[in-house]
């Protein structure tokens, strides 16, 4: 779900198993990633097993719950997401999940990596049992929405998600279902939703396991368990790029290739331009930043870091949470199954911080 579990970290993350090549971090569309290669997720595919035909005018006044396939059209092609609509008779309020980096599908799943936790699709679940709808999608370039991505990696910009996200939100205003609209960021999804709302008016604005720092910073710090000289060679490589130059000279090794080739520099510059505590104090939305204290991939530092950036905000650190919203301790063992195992629940203090924030709006 994200790029940091593809570096050299301490021994206790190595239960994440994801080769960089594999992970990524940067784009659905890198090499090693198979993305667009083979079928998303049950959620992420065609044949959506809880897919249903939506409510008919003969339907019942107040229909049961329902989830259908839903789209819509950016710049390149056709974004294909899931519709949850609880049951009821509404107006409901309503979010649109962010996926996190790398090639995710609608389900919070990367098939050609081995993730599997399905966390997008139960926490549209959770959601539903409390009245709430939601949107979640295949990233452009994955599953059912492979039309949606650029030709090239070298032309994919990061700002692009955020227009996407952008597209959905204009979706749901138009459906007179909804009453509010939400956005729910996770991971990389967290600073797009930061975008995305200065662009577009939205409700509220839910930040989970959102970096706190510029990606730059973030790097570097998880390089620093690398040999010196591969080290200073990355920092140089990282000085270049945030000064939006493109560089030649990439090493040809596994991790410089995954990290810097020079078809995903493009993207990686774009991203560096945004400082998430910067973009977040302009965020107007009620805010809620969601935290957890196992999570391998970003901390509650950078939690913290956006909270003083929006003292206004509410910062929720759930204990025991990891990186896919899912209960972990430490462990190799713990940590490998709350990214593959999609039996394991989504913590429950992620709904009720949530419902929390949409009940206030």
């Not at 083979?38 to 809880?50: I, K, Q």
């Not at 949606?148 to 070298?154: I, N, R």
């Not at 910073?217 to 939006?244: M, N, S």
């Not at 430490?330 to 429950?348: F, K």
Request: hydrophobic share 40%; charged share 25%.
């Amino acid at each position: 779900m994200s790029f940091r579990s593809c570096l050299v970290v301490p021994a206790r993350r190595a239960a994440l198993a994801v080769s960089c090549v594999a992970a990524l971090a940067w784009s659905p569309l890198g090499a090693g990633c198979s993305a667009g290669e083979r079928a998303s997720s049950a959620g992420g595919s065609d044949a959506h097993p809880d897919d249903t035909v939506p409510a008919t005018p003969d339907a019942p006044e107040c229909p049961e719950a329902a989830s259908a396939k839903i789209t819509v059209e950016n710049a390149r092609g056709t974004l294909s997401g899931t519709l949850v609509v609880p049951a009821g008779c509404g107006p409901f309020p309503a979010v649109v999940i962010i996926p996190g980096s790398g090639p995710t599908d609608r389900d919070g799943n990367q098939l050609a990596v081995d993730i599997e936790p399905d966390t997008y699709r139960l926490l549209a679940d959770g959601l539903r049992d409390r009245g709430i709808a939601s949107i979640r999608y295949d990233k452009a370039g994955i599953g059912a929405s492979v039309s949606a991505a650029p030709s090239t990696e070298q032309e994919l910009l990061f700002e692009m998600g955020a227009d996407d996200a952008g597209l959905w939100v204009k979706k749901l205003r138009e459906d007179g279902r909804f009453a509010t609209i939400t956005v729910v960021g996770h991971s990389e999804g967290s600073l797009l939703g930061m975008l995305l709302a200065r662009e577009t008016a939205i409700d509220g604005f839910v930040s989970i396991a959102g970096a706190g720092r510029p990606i730059g910073d973030v790097l570097r710090e998880q390089l620093e368990g690398l040999p010196d000289e591969d080290r200073e060679k990355a920092d140089a490589i990282l000085g270049q790029l945030e000064a939006g130059e493109l560089v030649a000279d990439i090493p040809q090794t596994r991790l410089f290739m995954s990290l810097f080739r020079p078809s995903v520099q493009p993207f990686i510059i774009s991203w560096m331009k945004h400082d998430p505590a910067v973009e977040l104090a302009a965020v107007t939305a009620p805010i809620l930043l969601l935290q957890g204290t196992t999570d391998l991939q970003t901390k509650v530092e950078d939690a913290e870091r956006l909270a003083e950036a929006r003292p206004d905000a509410t910062l929720v650190i759930v204990e025991g949470m990891s990186h896919t919203l899912k209960e972990a301790t430490l462990s190799n063992e713990s940590q490998a199954a709350a990214y593959t195992d999609p039996d394991l629940p989504v913590v429950p203090r992620v709904f009720e911080a949530i419902e929390a924030l949409i009940r206030e709006e």
